[in-house]
């Protein structure tokens, strides 16, 4: 099963999603790109990913253009504001689904309310890719 998560920048959401559906099955092939990928993986997308025990510092954002060439079974826009405009992917997919969430690079105010956003949204990215892959994947 080959899933390509897909958002503007590759910095958080498509980061924690790929970090998530790795840590559900060691045998998918997960990969996440963006259309305007980011210098780097965000350190607070890092830093609560970490405290749900899933390491993702490792990861680098990718040009969706990298993977044009090849087969996916499922493309899995990440985007969420109605301000974002989300990637399409023009390769070889069976299926296409969107799965929205709020950046949380959006967020403002203190240190502490923008770690709470950032919990947040990995805390439904986790609930909704959970359910993806019960659903959808069938295990």
């Known amino acids: 099963m080959k899933i390509l ?9 498509s980061q924690m999603a790929e970090g998530f559906l790795k840590s559900f099955d060691e045998n998918l092939y997960v990969v996440s790109a963006g259309t305007e990928p980011s210098k780097e993986v965000h350190p607070k ?11 993702i510092s490792t990861g680098k954002p990718k040009k969706v253009n990298k993977f044009i060439n ?9 985007c969420g504001d109605a301000k974002e405009t989300c ?14 969430f709020d950046d949380p690079a959006d967020a403002q105010g203190s240190e502490e309310f923008i770690l709470s956003e950032f919990r ?19 295990y």
């Not at 897909?6 to 910095?11: P, R």
């Not at 997308?45 to 390491?55: H, L, P, Q």
């Not at 090849?70 to 990440?78: A, L």
């Not at 990637?87 to 929205?100: A, D, E, Q, S, T």
């Open 5 to 13: 998560i897909l958002c503007t920048g590759n910095s958080c959401r």
């Open 45 to 55: 997308a890092i830093k609560v990913m970490s405290e749900a025990g899933i390491d």
């Open 70 to 78: 090849e087969n996916f079974d499922y493309v899995i826009t990440v």
């Open 87 to 100: 990637p399409v992917f023009l390769g070889n997919v069976k299926h296409r689904l969107h799965i929205g």
């Open 120 to 138: 947040r949204i990995r805390n439904e990215i986790k609930r909704d890719f959970r359910d993806f892959y019960e659903k959808e994947l069938n």
